[in-house]
């Protein structure tokens, strides 16, 4: 893998969602569906990368020599993944849709069906893109956004909030971009608030496009 762009590197990436346990057989989770992680774990890898891949729940498997797949259920052990392996690492990209909010108590059995209303108390589960920020040494570390309004000042404010060296900001507004389709619609900001804005395009040319920043930028 030598004389490629990311010999010599160890890239982290999170994928997919996050299921939050409410009793042993329920759970609250999102449509994520890990495709864009996937595919950015896939071309770190052609690239020559060492990768470690830590996913939430998902149908997408990956069969690649270096990458190495690790499999989680919630925020917390997503967390604790991460954690593992930061300090080792040139390049972390947090692209899971991680849960923001969990249930409070999980029940030991199953909840049964009563007659009313009934309620789950929620708390926050730990921000893993914010800690790994607080926490940087000389990864290059980048987030993705999924905004509906202020777009680009919310990205902005992210960006900055928790640390980041890029942004990737996935308009909602743009036919094709977002979960589940297999198409993306992406502007990069890095943290000098240099801003490009690529087109419609698959998920592979988007990990590509994605890669080229960050490339252009640790080899700068
Ligand atoms: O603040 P917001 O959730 O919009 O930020 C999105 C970014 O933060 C994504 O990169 C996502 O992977 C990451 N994130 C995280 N842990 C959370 C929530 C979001 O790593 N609990």
Known sequence: AKGLPLSGKKVLITAGPTHEAIDPVRFLGNRSTGTMGFE?????????????????????SIDHNSIQLIRVTSAQEMYEACH?????????????????????????????????????ELERTPD?????????????????????????????????????DGIVLNSLKDNGAGFGGS?????FIDKNLEIKTFDLKTKPEVASDIWQEIISRIHA
Do not use: W
């Open 40 to 60: 950015l774990a896939k071309k770190a890898g052609d690239l020559g990368a060492k990768v470690v891949l830590v996913s939430g729940p998902t149908h997408l």
């Open 84 to 120: 593992n392996y930061y300090a080792d690492m040139d390049v972390v990209i947090c692209a899971a849709a991680v849960a923001d909010y969990r249930p409070k108590y999980i029940a030991a059995e199953k909840v049964k069906k009563k007659e009313g209303e009934m309620f789950i």
């Open 128 to 164: 893993i893109l914010m800690s790994l920020g607080e926490n940087k040494k000389n990864q290059f570390l980048v987030g993705f956004a999924l905004e509906t309004q202020n777009e680009l000042e919310n990205a902005k404010g992210k960006l900055k909030r928790k640390h980041l």
């Open 183 to 187: 198409t993306n619609k992406i502007t």
